[in-house]
């Protein structure tokens, strides 16, 4: 029952951190500083109770009873920072706007994630040196028993990033699922209650070690004199009045303490590595991954399966009789070998690193990811996970309680998973980048493997040679050659120009014939290039005719800072400031060396230059719950919905805080990328855009059949657009005289505020009934993060089903025939003439539609009813 306890501890303390980090994320921002303070704090609180917890323990006389307190106080505590957390939400925005960027500002988040998750994780860091004082009662079953405990815990943890990764947020939400963490905080709290009630207070033996009693006779014999106060506990145990306890000999001195002394480097080493590697491995995968939520909790879920594997397997490992000193070596050597080829494995298993894609449907897919993460990944991790808890079965020479070794060996290891996961994530992966790192790792492991058996006077000639192959064998893995990032295998002779490597991503810059120069993230996705120079362009371009008065401009994402940049040019002297923020300061640093001198020119409009113009590296989204500045356009750029972390963008919360932001009459944008959503995802959009804003437009980027981009425009006010008094009717004429429907692709629209609502694809806050039956987005239930990654490879058809083309121009057709434009309130101070316009578009769409085609009679048609309509004929 005890080792049931300990799997569902294991299972609830996952589901707990996978929450608590994505919702303290929404609060301090998805950077990689903020996310590197939470994790701090919580295995902070780890550490702290397993070292406190476990000295306070091996003094207690009902552990399990403890044990049944500490399952209350997590339940408690998680209670709590439930409150904490909506404080916390009402007072940042003001710490936010008191202080600079900076050390100030992220330390001033580390102390608010301690008052956070610090007071829960302290009882977790407690729970296994507490019930490990109960399960062991003899000091030689320590190390397999303590192994086993810590596997059987590793494993319900796998469980709990699976379920809390895959499933329960979706079916409960965020809260719910808090909730069911604490209900079985409770459950394991009172079970513990009763056993700890028909429990027998039992002393704890110290085993004779015959190794150590050889060892003993070998050596000068010292002689033990007892104390006053050890001869009183003697004669009461003889006395029977307290259990008995069987000491071995003492040690000679110098030998315990350097074998001591290296049980606490490799506890430090072994949490160091782990967590630096679990960094380093997950910005590996995403570099052939989608990135969706779904493949970090599979990453996760290997490394937690394996370690909790190597656990049990340390546990058997541990009755074998090769001298422990020996076997640390061997487990060392076997993992520095392990991280040394994992870069060679990784890279045989992805293709060099393309991307992982399956036609099969997502089940099958993240069946492919698993087995990929788990062939690359899992023989070093298994073996990596036999080290630590190994250890214990080391410590059983110098064991006084078993509560009191686990509480100072596993504070010892999460120290260090601290440690290795801010160094990793802040200074290797910068420094040296993912390969290198990776190889760093492994010498540490190789240079422990020859000094450790060393200082335990263990050295024999069997184990320096085989720390001289392992020597070898890493020298000959050195992954330096490997390429850090990977082309477009479609894209004709694209080269990569440069490339950075950080904490958070790797930024490259490429260039092909198709595209020019393009900055990309994570080998696949594209931020933009100058062959997209119009487009981007376009997506200021676009709200700025339909709110020409506007001043003041936020821009969520930079890119290739061409968006930005657009909205400086002289033709909107009205705009006197632009506010731009980009998560990664990798890719403002590519943007500013590659994209403002792009043969000769500077494709930014000078957003880099124009004191107009600020450029932050941080969250956008946090940036507009926390600053007190007002905008009259909120710009939010074009994201793939299914990665993780860009659903955050589309709950009802952030455009309530977008909404906030705005001044009177101001335009909130979100453009969509339809060739990346179903219908479903673009209504659940809709729907919450809705939910904040009540007038929300439609607006086409392009006519390209497949590749339709639209802007849903939130507007504060219920009225119509501004008055034009632009006469376009001479180039409207003009831009279509002797063109036939074979000149679609060649046509030079005049674009100005009148002509723009040709671009328009109808009000949605007319036709607000479609989305009656569509739930809504939150921070509490992420419908777009967990769902759309699933939707599209669960539609049972081989073609993608994209809301494109014909889907697209149907859900069109519908909402302008709900309200035509010639009665849509928002075009009401528009000229007679151009009100027409937006069936010009539509008819537009349609003529590209049946060209793709090939149907000459549609096209014409259509191209015929697009003349008329644009002419006003």
Known sequence: MALVLVFLSGFSALIYQVLWMKQIGLLFGNTSHATGATLSSF??????????????????NNPMRTYALLEFGIAITALLYFGILTLFHAIYPAIHQSTEPGVIRLLIKFALSVL??????????????VIGQYVVRESRYF?????????????????????????????????????????????????????????????????????????????????????????????????????VFVATPDQPAPAARRGRNAIIVLSFLSGFSVLALEVIWTRLFSQVLENSVYTFAAILMVVLLSLALGAIASSLISRLKTPPAILLSLLMLAGALGVSYTPHLFMQFTDGMQLITSK??????????????????????????TLFPYLMKVEESHIKSPGLSLGQLASLNTAGAILGSLVCGFLLLDWLGVWMSMHFVAWLYVVAAIAIPTSMDKAGLGTKALCFAALIGVLLANPHDLPVTSTDPDAEEERVLAVWEGSDCTVSVTESQSQGVAIKVNSDYSLGSAGAYMGEKFQAHLPLFIKPDAEDIFFLGVGTGITAGS????????????????????????ARKYMTNYMGYDLTGGLFE????????????????????????????????????????????????????????????????????????????????????????????????????????GHTQPHALPTSEIDSTADKQLAVEAKTHHDLQRLNLPLDPQTITLFYAGNLGQARCRFKEIPLNTDNRPIIEYLAPRNYRNSGSDDLPWFVGEDFYRFVDEVLQQTLPSEDPLLANRKAANQRLPLAGHAFHRAHLSSLRKDEEATKNAWDQFVSEWTNR
Request: aromatic fraction near 10%; charge should be neutral; proline fraction near 5%.
């Open 610 to 713: 124009d004191s107009r113009a600020t450029v932050h590296i941080e969250d956008g989204r946090h940036y507009l719950m926390a600053t007190d500045e007002s905008f009259d356009i909120i710009n939010s750029d074009l994201f793939v919905p299914f990665r993780s972390g860009a659903g955050s963008l589309y709950t009802v919360e952030h455009y309530a805080s977008c909404k906030a932001r705005l001044k009177p009459g101001g335009l909130f944008v979100q453009w969509l990328p339809l060739h990346q959503l179903t219908e479903f995802e673009f209504s659940v959009i809709a729907k919450s855009l809705l939910e904040v804003f009540d007038q929300v437009s439609m607006w086409r980027h392009n006519f390209t059949p497949g590749g339709e981009l639209v802007a849903l425009i």
């Open 143 to 243: 190390g397999r028993l303590s192994a086993l405990m810590y596997g059987i815990n590793t494993l319900g943890a796998a469980l709990g990033v699976g379920l809390a990764g895959f499933f329960l947020p979706i079916w409960l939400g965020y809260n719910l699922t808090c909730a069911l963490a604490i209900f079985i905080s409770l459950i394991i709290g009172v079970v513990a209650l009763g056993i700890s009630r028909r429990a027998r207070s039992h002393a704890f033996v110290l085993s004779k070690d015959p190794d150590l009693e050889r060892e003993a006779e070998a050596s000068p014999q010292t002689v033990h004199k007892l104390s006053r106060q050890q001869r009183r506990r003697l004669e009461r145990e003889q006395s029977g009045t307290e259990p």
């Open 360 to 385: 099969g449907n997502w089940s099958q897919y993240m069946g492919l990811i698993l087995g990929v993460v788990a062939l690359s990944i899992g023989p070093a991790a298994v073996v990596l996970g």
């Open 43 to 60: 295995f902070a609180g780890l550490a702290v109770g397993s070292w406190l917890l476990g000295h306070r323990v091996s003094k207690a």
């Open 567 to 590: 909205a400086l040019e002289p033709r909107f002297p009205r705009v006197r400031k632009v506010v731009a923020c980009e998560l990664s300061a990798d890719v403002i640093t590519a």
């Open 116 to 129: 956070l998750v610090f007071p829960p994780a302290f009882c977790m860091g407690g729970t296994i040196p």
